[in-house]
């Protein structure tokens, strides 16, 4: 590896030699997209390895960005990863990342924690926290309602499977609905009301349908999870 970083980069320098003077994400990312660009279809097959995952004013994920890059109303000299680096891109996706989803939060504050957490994570962690109260599991208060790009169940869906007769659904209906956990759609399912009416059926009091994720709201004093 020391004597491939020996080699010249496009900019006359070696790769050593940039990586010795990084000052910023931009700066990073631009020296292993040069880097993988030496070996044929080299962003197809290396691209999703680089180790900057955010850039830009906003530090929007630069995942999200490739996710939703139509619709971007310039034209882009290079790729969307390189365009959030610019002022421009940077905060459009930022701005489309923040605002660009219905959502029915009373404060902008739940929007701001789903700009890190992900959309609808304060949405969704209130929901957690309700799934806890109705089956006495303890539930880190994430948002993250079921393991993405996984089958198998996470611990919220397995609390969930808990109240599957209480509920009246079989573990499949509950998979299909915690998969509507990234849209509003979610809060129209008979399992997001009925969890609130366990949940509140048993704690005798009205639940949160909001709350910061990885906040536990057990006690005076709030605790991260």
């Excluded at 030699?17 to 070996?39: C, G, P, W, Y």
Aim: proline content about 4%; cysteine-free; glycine content about 8%.
């Amino acid at each position: 590896m020391h004597t491939t970083l020996k080699i010249n980069s496009p900019n006359g320098k070696s790769y050593s030699e940039r990586l010795d003077t990084v000052r910023t994400e931009k700066q990073l990312s631009a020296i292993f997209d040069d880097f993988i660009n030496m070996v044929p279809m080299g962003q197809t097959l290396f691209g999703s390895y680089n180790p900057v995952h955010t850039g830009g004013p906003m530090q929007v994920s630069i995942a999200f960005a490739e996710q939703h890059a139509k619709g971007y109303p310039w034209k882009m000299a290079g790729t969307v990863r390189q365009e959030v680096f610019t002022r421009r891109g940077g905060l459009w996706f930022g701005t489309y990342h923040l605002l660009n989803y219905p959502a029915n939060y009373s404060a902008p504050v739940f929007r701001f924690a789903d700009f890190n957490a992900g959309w609808y994570a304060s949405r969704n962690a209130a929901f957690q926290n309700a799934v806890s109260k109705a089956s006495g599991v303890k539930l880190a208060l994430d948002g993250d309602l079921i393991r993405y790009n996984s089958k198998e169940p996470g611990k919220t869906e397995l609390a969930a499977r808990k109240l599957a007769d209480q509920l009246g659904m079989s573990e499949r209906e509950i998979r299909s609905q915690l998969e509507k956990g990234d849209s509003l759609a979610f809060e129209k399912t008979a399992l997001y009301k009925n969890v609130y009416k366990l949940a509140e059926a048993k704690t005798g009091r009205t639940l949160a349908r909001e709350m910061l994720p990885g906040i536990q709201l057990e006690s005076r004093r709030s605790r991260a999870s």
